[in-house]
């Protein structure tokens, strides 16, 4: 389901989320797990100031304010609908120098934790 949102020119656009290769990998493996039962993948905000945010992810169902957002690496994503510093997140996993993932949204000046 893809949800679309309306601009400040009233235009429809829709949410997107990005997920690299190594963070969808990562991903399958937990989203299958039995103990899942289906659930999706949710990207939250867990704090924002200025222009930006910093981003937290969990397995959750989506809730009357959020949009299930579709990738290209096949797992459907969960954002809070109105929430612009949600639009265009990417998720990545890392191998070194610290095994993780980065959650981060370029699209709004956000290119890591600082």
């Known amino acids: 389901m893809d949800f679309k ?3 400040n020119r009233g235009v429809l656009k829709e949410m997107k989320v990005k997920i690299s290769r190594n963070a969808a990998k990562m991903l399958l493996l937990e989203l299958n797990k039995e103990e899942h039962g289906g ?3 949710r990207v ?4 924002s100031h200025g222009d930006h945010a910093h981003y937290g992810m969990g397995i959750d169902e989506p809730g009357e304010k959020d949009v299930v957002v579709s990738t290209d ?4 994503v969960i954002l809070e609908k109105d929430n612009e510093l949600l639009d265009g997140v990417r998720i990545d996993y890392f191998y070194t120098p610290e095994e993780g993932f980065a959650v981060t949204n370029p699209s709004k000046g956000n290119h890591g934790d600082h």
């Not at 939250?44 to 704090?47: F, Q, S």
């Not at 690496?73 to 459907?76: F, H, N, P, Y």
């Open 5 to 7: 949102a309306e601009s």
């Open 39 to 41: 659930k999706l993948l």
């Open 44 to 47: 939250y905000i867990t704090h």
């Open 73 to 76: 690496k096949g797992i459907d």
